[in-house]
């Protein structure tokens, strides 16, 4: 990697837990994500390969990225973006959500990428909290053989938060959609004018200027937008990457998440960039049109290594053996896991199956706040299936009890971290206290995760789940809080309470319980209309498995739903201290 400036320090905890990396360096994630490689042989190389839904494609080498991000990059300029400024990204997984990324960050403006899955009111306190002027999205995407309407629910969170000036359109799937006059600019037009020259110089920022924001869920309220920065990020998910998976010039990776996510941040968009690696990005769904599509896509684009989720696994391992095995997987040399606990039987599916006894799986632990992978194994380290083994170099992890003392062996405690690594969030955007609160105020000096765990007689660590009320469902990071107040948001909720319970596909699933306001009678169809709501606000992930209709909640004395004994409730285990409860 390269720096315009070397730092004058490595770590800077004089101002803990708000800590500096590289302090006085100065560089741009961009300088080693494209422009580097084009002084080398990997200017022709083959950046990224993608393909569409609907089977069509397009790639891009080093050269030919540069070249779109620095026209986008001068777009953005004559919109006025400066360093400073967050835009909103709200694409569907297409190479210009990468590339309007990669823009922003050249010229030195944040990016607040919105998963593609989010709908109206998620998007609208996105766009409210980072107060952007410019959000960047799409006339739709495809997704299982139909039209998902970004622009129309893009639309209706403008109306909401209108601090949006400037709205640029990629035209993907070509339908009718409204256009505002001196708003909504189509991206294909803005590309073709003389402002989006293709030379634009790469914007020299402090290692500690802030790359983006990415808003995650956490135990209350709103979604908090944790901070990563130029420096500390570019370093670590360059060095996890290029150990974890020991890239190599002539690999092709995939990553199977979603760039809105943190994980395709860092492992589809900057990391492999700044590896030189070639990516490979899939625009729909893994079954459309038959179950065979991801091993299809493997086969014939000769995929080496292969990252993706517990859900997707066990989502494709219900359709048999016959649809992998119908295809040549002999390209792949390792495989990856992330996002939740894997289950043994989908971890031996994968390892037999997929990977054919030949490719060690990399289960990796990590987190939106940690930036890249945290306790994973090598390539070369003895595997335990559903564990993620140790932590990567220099990173310090433990499971310690409510007094911050290390549990014994074997023991479930909380997850935390010990030190500070350079990958790490550096704050909340605009809420340092909420930083600190969610963190550190219960160990102090470590990192709070938010995870339990336990470490078996090697060292190995078994990351179990959450302890707060934040539920992975199918692999997706949700709060309790914001399937919560959509639910209240719609007029006949007067109160709601959401809990995760298990659920063999997505690991977890949502479950709702509703008052109704008076006077409102609950029939057959509420329930559906609840749900769909949910859907309509917060996105279809959020969506309630299960609504049910009480008359009341158990709340603490002080008015806290205690989601814990709906929970145990729920299923039939005992139902604990019950006597802070106040029915
Ligand atoms: C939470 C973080 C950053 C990756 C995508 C998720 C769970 C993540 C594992 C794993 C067990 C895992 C944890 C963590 N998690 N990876 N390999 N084994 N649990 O990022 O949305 O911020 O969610 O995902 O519970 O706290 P995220």
Same mark, same amino acid.
């Given at each position: ?14 101002d803990a837990p708000f800590y500096?990396?590289? !302090? ?79 823009? #922003? ?21 996105? *766009?409210?909290d ?17 039209? *998902? ?12 938060? +209108?601090?949006?000036?400037? #709205? ?30 293709? *030379? ?13 924001i990415?808003y995650t869920?956490g135990t209350t309220g709103r979604p908090k937008g944790v901070i ?26 995939? #990553? ?48 080496? *290594? ?63 706040e ?6 994973? +194994?090598? +390539? ?16 310090? $992890? ?18 935390? !971290? ?7 969030l550096r704050a909340v955007y605009k809420d340092p206290d909420r930083y600190r609160e969610q963190y550190w105020d219960k160990f102090k000096?470590?990192y709070q ?19 707060d ?12 809080a ?66 049910? $209709? !009480? ?33």
């Open positions: 990697m390269e720096w315009f400036q070397k730092w004058d320090k490595v770590l800077d905890d004089s500096k990396w590289f !302090v006085g360096g100065k560089t741009n994630i961009v300088h080693n994500a494209i422009d580097r490689h084009l002084k080398t042989h990997r200017k022709n190389k083959l950046a990224l390969i993608w393909v569409g839904e609907p089977g069509d494609s397009r790639t891009f080498s080093y050269f030919a990225l540069n070249r779109e991000v620095s026209k986008f990059a001068n777009v953005l300029k004559s919109m006025g973006v400066k360093k400073g400024d967050i835009v909103t990204i709200y694409l569907p997984r297409l190479p210009e959500q990468m590339i309007a990324m990669l823009a #922003c960050a050249k010229i030195g403006a944040a990016h607040s990428v919105v998963y593609g899955g989010f709908s109206v009111e998620a998007l609208a306190e996105r *766009i409210e980072a107060q952007s002027r410019v959000l960047v999205t799409a006339d739709g995407g495809w997704l299982r053989g139909k039209i *998902i309407a970004l622009k129309d629910i893009a639309d209706e969170a403008m109306a909401r938060q +209108p601090t949006v000036e400037t #709205c640029i359109v990629v035209k993907r799937t070509g339908q009718d959609i409204y256009m505002e006059a001196g708003r909504d600019y189509w991206y294909e037009d803005l590309m073709s004018l003389p402002i989006a020259g293709p *030379i634009c110089e790469t914007e020299p920022t402090d290692a500690e200027d802030m790359l983006f990415l869920s990563h920065t130029h420096g500390g990020y570019m370093v670590f998910t360059y060095t996890t990457l290029k150990y974890v998976f020991d890239v190599k010039d002539e690999d092709r990776w995939w #990553c199977a998440a979603d760039p809105g996510w943190i994980t395709g941040h860092s492992y589809i968009v900057y990391a492999p960039l700044i590896n030189g690696v070639t990516s490979f990005m899939y625009e729909g769904a893994p079954t459309h049109p038959y179950p065979n599509r991801w091993w299809q896509m493997i086969e014939n684009h000769g995929i080496t *290594i292969l990252y993706t989720a517990p859900t997707a696994i066990r989502g494709l391992m219900r359709f048999g053996d016959s649809w992998p095995n119908r295809h040549n997987l002999g390209s792949l040399r390792l495989l990856g896991t992330v996002g939740e606990p894997i289950n043994p039987e989908a971890w031996k599916w994968y390892y037999t199956v997929i990977g054919q006894e030949r490719c060690p799986i990399m289960d990796t632990w990590w987190q939106t940690t930036g890249g992978f945290m306790i994973t +194994p090598l +390539p070369i380290t003895p595997l335990k299936p559903g564990s993620a083994t140790r932590p990567f170099f220099g990173i310090d $992890v433990d499971v310690v009890d409510d007094e911050s003392q290390p549990v014994p062996t074997g023991e479930e405690g909380y997850l935390v !971290v010990k030190t500070p690594w350079p990958g790490m000096t470590m995760t938010g995870d339990s765990a336990r470490k078996d007689e090697d060292g190995y660590v078994w990351v179990i789940g959450r302890m009320d934040v539920i992975k469902v199918s692999g997706y990071r949700l709060g309790t914001e399937v919560e107040s959509a639910l209240v948001s719609h007029p006949d909720v007067s109160e709601a309470a959401a809990i995760g319970l298990p659920h063999e596909l997505k690991g977890n699933a949502i479950h709702a319980y509703v008052i109704l306001r008076a006077g409102v009678e609950g029939d057959e169809n509420l329930a559906e209309t609840l749900r769909d709501h949910v859907g309509h606000e917060m996105g279809p992930i959020a969506k309630p498995e299960t609504i049910t $209709v !009480v008359d009341t909640l158990p709340k603490t004395r002080s008015g806290k739903i205690m989601r814990r004994l709906l929970k145990a409730r729920a299923l039939g285990l005992p139902e604990g201290d019950v006597s802070t409860l106040e029915e």
